[in-house]
């Protein structure tokens, strides 16, 4: 009933600048929070940032500085700014769904290619 579709992503060198977007399909209005992760080769997928259905974000510190997130009614977006070697990863859009008061479940995008080059 709800579907994410990332795009965005791409080849960069350091210091450069991409912004993706995942745009939401179906049932949206059932959607709360939402929230940016990503996951470099052989490591662990990690948060990148939330943001609930009010527009309140979170970033984890060592990204706030860089990245921003922010979302309309359908549509969540993540500006990648200064962007270096470690940001290389798959970003991920991830989003809470509930669609009564008494069951919720994830929904995740298939993810974007990041690559930032030396």
């Known amino acids: 009933q709800v579907q994410l579709v990332e795009s965005g992503g791409g080849s960069v060198r350091t210091g450069g600048s991409l912004r993706l977007s995942c745009v939401a399909s179906g049932r949206t209005r059932s959607i709360g929070d939402m929230a940016w992760y990503r996951q470099a080769p052989e490591k662990q997928r990690e948060l990148v940032g939330t943001i609930t259905s009010g527009g309140t974000t979170n970033y984890a510190d060592f990204m706030k500085d860089r990245f921003t997130i922010s979302r309309d009614r359908n549509t969540m977006y993540l500006q990648l700014n200064n962007l270096k070697p470690g940001d290389t990863a798959v970003y991920y859009c991830?989003?809470?769904?509930?669609?009564?008061?008494?069951?919720?479940?994830?929904?995740w995008g298939q993810g974007t290619q990041v690559t930032v080059s030396s």
């Open positions: 991830h989003a809470k769904v509930q669609p009564t008061i008494e069951y919720s479940f994830d929904v």
